[in-house]
């Protein structure tokens, strides 16, 4: 199972935990408190909130300089986190 947020991965957690699925993969983007305090730990793609919104806003600023820019991808840096969950066999 896959996670696209913090918010997301807080509201499955729970849910997975409630009903003893310590049995399934599961990989959530962004790290947060307690994730390697579960069992197994959550694994998963830590990325800093900071650099994102820097980029953003940078490219928002060129944007509206330039409305014509040519669209081009941003590489910020990502870490995998492995706790356990997401290194569980199907």
């Given amino acids: 199972m896959f996670s696209a947020t913090t918010r997301a991965s807080l509201g ?4 997975l935990h409630a009903r003893a699925r310590t049995d399934l993969a599961f990989v959530g983007i962004g790290d947060f ?4 305090a579960l069992t197994p730990g ?3 793609v830590d990325h800093s909130g900071h650099q994102i919104g820097v980029a953003a806003a940078n490219r928002l600023i ?3 300089a330039d409305p014509g820019r040519a669209v081009d991808h941003i ?3 990502a870490t995998i986190i ?3 969950s997401g290194e569980l066999r199907p």
Avoid: S
């Fill in 12 to 15: 499955i957690v729970p849910v």
């Fill in 75 to 77: 590489r910020l840096p």
């Fill in 42 to 44: 959550i694994t998963v």
């Fill in 62 to 64: 060129e944007r509206l």
């Fill in 82 to 84: 492995q706790r356990g």
């Fill in 33 to 36: 408190a307690m994730a390697d």
